[in-house]
């Protein structure tokens, strides 16, 4: 079973996120938070394998939280999640120690492989910028 806990500020993104993954039997979501600055408190109590983080919020970043967050618990997975893809939001994600970057709003079925993959050790940055900046697609296995 994958334990995920859930980081946005928007409450009915989280809501159609632990939706999304409630009916998924091997993923279970033990937490969530509204910003930023309640991931490390959140993250003990709950014990998370992978974190979705977004990117932007109103206190802290997603970017400061995942940096905070992985200097405490390496081993916690951060998959972040973004409205706006842009390749300083790759950029940043990629240097916080992210290991990959989703588009709300995106296909679920997706988002589930996602967490799947990443918790499995693989990566999913299905926004990345290749080498002219665009933006490309891809999810990739361990």
Same mark, same amino acid.
């Given at each position: 079973m994958t334990r995920v806990m859930l980081v946005d500020d928007h409450a009915f993104v989280r809501a159609?996120?632990?939706?999304? #993954? *409630?009916? $998924?039997?091997?993923?279970?979501? /033990?937490?969530?938070?509204? +910003?930023?600055? +309640? /991931? #490390?408190?959140? !993250?003990? !109590?709950?014990?998370p394998d992978v974190v979705?983080? +977004? /990117?932007?919020?109103?206190?802290?970043?997603?970017?400061?939280? $995942?940096?905070?967050?992985?200097?405490?618990?390496?081993? =916690?997975? =951060?998959?972040?999640? $973004?409205? *706006?893809?842009?390749?300083?939001? /790759?950029? +940043?994600?990629?240097?916080?120690?992210a290991v990959g970057l989703l588009l709300k709003g995106g296909d679920p079925d997706v988002l589930i492989e996602a967490v799947r993959t990443v918790a499995a050790g693989g990566t999913a940055w299905t926004i990345t910028p290749d080498a002219t900046g665009a933006a490309r697609r891809g999810v990739r296995r361990p």
């Amino acid at each position: 079973m994958t334990r995920v806990m859930l980081v946005d500020d928007h409450a009915f993104v989280r809501a159609q996120i632990a939706e999304i #993954l *409630s009916g $998924t039997p091997d993923i279970e979501v /033990v937490g969530e938070c509204a +910003d930023g600055a +309640d /991931v #490390l408190p959140a !993250a003990a !109590a709950a014990a998370p394998d992978v974190v979705l983080m +977004d /990117v932007r919020m109103p206190i802290k970043s997603g970017i400061e939280a $995942t940096r905070d967050l992985l200097a405490v618990a390496p081993r =916690v997975r =951060v998959l972040m999640l $973004t409205g *706006s893809p842009t390749p300083g939001a /790759v950029a +940043d994600s990629k240097q916080a120690g992210a290991v990959g970057l989703l588009l709300k709003g995106g296909d679920p079925d997706v988002l589930i492989e996602a967490v799947r993959t990443v918790a499995a050790g693989g990566t999913a940055w299905t926004i990345t910028p290749d080498a002219t900046g665009a933006a490309r697609r891809g999810v990739r296995r361990p």
